[in-house]
């Protein structure tokens, strides 16, 4: 069974810091590429950040490139998001994704979610 | 890139079929066969219904069904029942650096 668990959510003030972490499970984590997908609260989900199965490809929303930075360690299963710079509008559940490939290794979507971790930015 | 365009709600009784519709662009939906579209229930994570805009994972109930013509993409829910109330968000490749666009999302009520 696929399971993604987030973790590093937290209250930090604005222009502060935080790190969020997924640890995943049931699935060979090193083959697939992993998305972060983020939620404010009560508003839809936004795309924010995608890396590539070695990490050295990782793509960023234009609301946060040069403020977050995704990376993973295929060693120990797991992502990470590095959050810096926060602002009040980043203010969101953070989801970890697993992207699904099709037979010519595009992603067709994002088949497993996790429960989120909550970053609230605010002063 | 601004969020694809879902309308905020819509409504049918137990049995009835609905069709939830997504505009973009011809940069998006227009440009590629990536749509995806997911169901959210209050509280709960985002589940995979739709992806390559009519394909259905292992599981998705064959009362999900996909299309796109132009730059719009449109999920259809027949047999609708009352489990099916929940947020639809529809997805599109967007290119360019690999980004991804969702829809604003639509809450589907069953009478």
């Known amino acids: 069974e696929v399971q993604l668990l987030e973790s590093g959510g937290g209250l930090v003030q604005p222009g502060g810091s935080l790190r969020l972490s997924c640890a995943a499970s049931g699935f060979t984590f090193r083959n697939y590429d992993m998305s972060w997908v983020r939620q404010a609260p009560g508003k839809g989900l936004e795309w924010v950040s995608a890396i590539s199965v070695g990490g050295v490809r990782t793509y960023y929303a234009d609301s946060v490139k040069g403020r977050f930075t995704i990376s993973r360690d295929n060693s120990k299963n797991m992502l990470y998001l590095q959050m810096d710079s926060l602002r009040v509008e980043d203010t969101a559940l953070y989801y970890c994704v697993k992207e699904e490939v099709n037979g010519e290794m595009a992603t067709i979507g994002f088949d497993y979610w996790g429960q989120g971790t909550l970053g609230t930015v605010s002063s | 890139q601004s969020a694809l365009t879902q309308p905020a709600s819509v409504s049918g009784s137990p049995g009835q079929s609905i069709t939830i519709s997504c505009t973009g662009t011809?940069?998006?939906?227009?440009?590629?066969?990536?749509v995806s579209w997911y169901q959210q229930h209050p509280g709960k994570a985002p589940k995979f219904m739709i992806y390559?805009?009519?394909k259905r994972p292992s599981g998705v109930s064959n009362r999900f069904s996909g299309s796109k013509s132009g730059n719009t993409a449109s999920l259809t829910i027949s047999g609708l029942q009352t489990d099916d109330e929940a947020d639809y968000y529809c997805?599109?490749?967007?290119?360019?650096?690999?980004?991804?666009?969702f829809g604003g999302g639509t809450k589907l009520t069953v009478l």
């Open positions: 390559e805009v009519s």
């Open positions: 997805c599109s490749y967007a290119g360019g650096s690999r980004h991804w666009l």
């Open positions: 011809s940069s998006d939906i227009g440009s590629y066969n990536f």
